[in-house]
């Protein structure tokens, strides 16, 4: 069985998925939010067929100081739709503050092209909440 991680935002939810033993964390794609998240769930029901996937990693985007942003009440009622929809599908949510800053130094470091940043960031930022999650439960 495979982990999704998703890193849910505004405009577009970044996607990794874990391989088959879980070992090593891969970015998938990047949907269009396009302000729905019927896109959304269209593209996870679309994941499902081709992976067995038993959990999902979303990422919690919490202030720096500790206190639930307004993204994150909005990331809560996403999850309550994936409760809803995959109520067989393992939900654990990780903290995700600065996962976007590390995406960005990660194609910094890469020297990737500015037009192609915001088109795979969030899939990176997918990935980070992912291995996040990987390594933690490797540590228990």
Do not use: W
């Not at 896109?39 to 996937?53: P, Q």
């Not at 999850?79 to 067989?88: E, M, R, S």
């Amino acid at each position: 069985m495979r982990i999704l991680g998703i890193d849910y935002g505004e405009a577009r939810v970044g996607i990794a998925i874990t391989d088959a033993l879980n070992i090593t964390v891969q970015g998938l794609k990047t949907i269009q939010r396009n302000n729905t998240d019927k896109n959304v769930l269209k593209e996870l029901d679309e994941i499902l067929k081709k992976y067995d996937i038993d959990t999902f990693v979303v990422g919690m985007p919490i202030n720096m100081n500790g206190t639930i942003s307004e993204r994150a009440r909005i990331t809560k009622q996403f999850i309550h739709k994936l409760k809803c929809k995959y109520n067989k599908i393992k939900i654990e949510v990780i903290d995700e503050r600065l996962t976007t800053v590390e995406a960005h130094k990660t194609m910094n470091l890469l020297e990737i092209n500015k037009n192609k940043k915001k088109n795979i960031v969030d899939t990176i930022s997918a990935e980070y909440i992912l291995e996040t999650y990987v390594n933690k439960i490797k540590g228990s």
